[in-house]
């Protein structure tokens, strides 16, 4: 979904995408990355949302454990990160993006209840070290509705995002360049990954600032 599509749908004020995106300055370290050489930074929480109603409410924190079948790294490992800043739930921006993401999820399937988990992510690249946005390589997450949301990207070349068929075809190549371009995927159906990122410039650092969220009955 290109980024004018994404704001329009989501209805955003002026200012409303900078003051969003200040929130990839308070993430914290991924512990669990960095033990494979990997810069990335992220935050975690976990909602609910009430088919009948739309409501969304915000789930006691607890470790990210991804099911059997999806990313090959983590199955079975519980994960802890730091959880989602109150700024960042309480964000009109944030609020209109679950709330989007929410109606195209009954697209794919209709439960009383879904769950969605909430990763801002940062990945960083050095003129010595590339950024892995997915270092497990291509994957699901277990999930039925799978987004990515590009929030920002600086001095960054590279980060294709790439999505298969169960049999390995590919099905689609982008690279999500413009804050609010969203890829959105069927997770039951396909895998998924992104490309390495290195700097434009060498003597500077690289980043790429994403939103993911997943969508899966309660």
Not at 88 to 99: H, Y
Not at 100 to 127: C, M, Q, Y
Not at 182 to 190: E, H, Q, S, V
């Amino acid at each position: 979904m290109p980024a004018a599509v994404t704001t329009s749908c989501l209805g955003l004020e002026e200012g409303a995408w900078d003051r969003f995106g200040t929130h990839w300055e308070a993430l914290g370290t991924d512990k669990y990355a960095s033990e494979r050489g990997t810069r990335r930074l992220r935050r975690y929480g976990w909602f609910s949302r009430t088919a009948a109603t739309g409501q969304i409410g915000l789930l006691p924190q607890v470790s990210f454990v991804q099911p059997e079948n999806s990313n090959p790294l983590y199955i079975g490992v519980d994960r802890t990160f730091e959880p989602l800043t109150e700024s960042f739930v309480a964000d009109p921006v944030f609020r209109a993006v679950l709330r989007l993401l929410g109606r195209l999820a009954t697209a794919l399937d209709n439960p009383p209840e879904w769950n969605a988990k909430v990763h801002p992510f940062r990945v960083i690249a050095s003129a010595d070290t590339e950024g892995l946005p997915t270092p497990e390589g291509m994957h699901r997450d277990g999930v039925t509705l799978v987004s990515s949301l590009l929030v920002w990207r600086h001095n960054a070349a590279g980060g294709e995002s790439s999505v298969l068929d169960q049999d390995g075809r590919q099905l689609l190549t982008t690279t999500l360049c413009e804050p609010g371009d969203l890829l959105i995927g069927d997770d039951r159906r396909t895998l998924h990954g992104v490309s390495p990122v290195r700097p434009l410039d060498p003597t500077r650092p690289a980043y790429r600032d994403v939103l993911v969220v997943t969508f899966a009955p309660a």
